[in-house]
């Protein structure tokens, strides 16, 4: 059974940076996409990023230039980084696995959930 836990959330002023980490465990990491996913009050969850295997990577158009999302299939983590954050980025961060052979972004391909942490930006 996977298991995903999050890290790295909190308080953070607008234009400052967060490192989210989520480490995997129970089967082969590097069989799975992993992605991040959030949910602001109110409002539907939303993917921010994904990553294959190979490293290649996708990100929502509302991140693109802001956000990097990276793995290590070594120490089975994936990790998110977030610089110049915006209030509208205040949200639930969620990292999630997909045992799919290509790159998925809907949230229904994705089998394996974490807790989630709380991302909150202040203006």
């Known amino acids: 059974q996977v298991q995903l836990a999050e890290s790295g959330g909190g308080l953070v002023q607008a234009g400052g940076s967060l490192r989210l980490s989520c480490v995997f465990s129970g089967r082969t990491f590097s069989a799975y996409i992993m992605g991040w996913f959030r949910q602001a009050p109110g409002k539907e969850r939303e993917i921010v990023a994904a990553?294959?295997?190979?490293?290649?990577?996708y990100y929502a158009d509302s991140v693109k230039g802001r956000f990097t999302i990276s793995r290590d299939n070594v120490k089975n983590m994936v990790y998110l980084q977030m610089n110049n954050l915006k209030p509208e980025d205040t949200a639930v961060y969620s990292c999630?696995?997909?045992?799919?052979?290509?790159?998925?972004?809907?949230?229904?391909?994705?089998?394996?959930w974490g807790q989630g942490t709380q991302v909150t930006v202040s203006s």
């Open positions: 990553i294959n295997r190979a490293s290649l990577a």
């Open positions: 999630a696995a997909a045992a799919r052979p290509t790159m998925v972004i809907a949230g229904r391909e994705y089998a394996y």
